[in-house]
């Protein structure tokens, strides 16, 4: 069965305490990995897509990589607004042209001044 | 460019009633997906739609739900005669014309309580 595995479930930093956030995957074949932020409340707010092995995207403290399975996000000197849940999902090769994507739990980080 | 709109945010309904979830997708968007949040789980997929047509509806329960995205106006998600269960955050995300998937964007989600 396809999965999307994500680590740590939550954790916890400093203000200024860099760390990485990490996505595991075991299907054949990727058509896109995608990082999103959630909120306490809201909907999840698009972040990076990953296409290929090798591959890096970064914003403002954020710098997503990919492997050819797994996925990291790195945050370097995170800030207290930084605090959300991290989604990592994957988008699944398949017959016709489906969109679903598999989500994985999410990494809760919770960023202390 | 407004986002993903959903509406309503909160909906509250008894066991039995039936519940109307609406998705407008972001301007120029045409694919529209639906997923549920349940308590302390994951984002589900549910269905893919483009307009007036479903594409995959995989993750849809077998009764009682449906999905619709009209020619005019937003997509519908139609839950009949609900349980405790179906209580959850159902989000939509839409996506640009082209190949499904790919970048997804999510509106605030519509929140039901079934009491």
């Known amino acids: 069965e396809d999965q999307v595995t994500q680590s740590p479930e939550a954790l916890r930093l400093q203000e200024g305490e860099s760390s990485s956030l990490n996505c595991s995957y075991t299907v054949s074949g990727l058509r896109g990995l995608f990082w999103y932020r959630q909120d306490p409340g809201k909907g999840p707010e698009f972040l990076f897509t990953?296409?290929?092995a090798g591959e890096e995207k970064e914003k403002e403290r954020l710098k997503a990589t990919l492997t050819k399975k797994e996925s990291f996000l790195h945050i370097t000197a995170p800030k207290p607004e930084d605090s959300a849940t991290y989604l990592c999902a994957v988008h699944l090769p398949g017959s016709g042209n489906t969109g679903k994507l598999i989500f994985g739990q999410g990494t809760t980080l919770q960023v202390k001044p | 460019n407004a986002g993903v709109m959903q509406n309503p945010r909160h909906l509250v309904r008894r066991r039995g009633q039936e519940a109307r979830l609406r998705c407008s997708p972001m301007?120029?968007?045409?694919?529209v997906y639906w997923y549920r949040q349940l308590p302390e789980e994951g984002l589900k997929f549910m269905v893919y739609l483009q307009k007036e047509n479903i594409i995959d509806e995989s993750g849809m329960p077998k009764e009682r739900f449906s999905a619709e995205f009209p020619k005019e106006g937003p997509s519908i998600l139609r839950i009949q005669q609900v349980v405790r269960g179906d209580s959850a955050a159902y989000f939509c995300?839409?996506?640009?014309?082209?190949?499904?998937?790919?970048?997804?964007?999510f509106g605030p989600g519509t929140r039901l309580t079934v009491t």
């Open positions: 990953l296409y290929s």
């Open positions: 301007k120029g968007h045409s694919h």
């Open positions: 995300a839409s996506s640009p014309p082209g190949l499904g998937g790919g970048e997804q964007y």
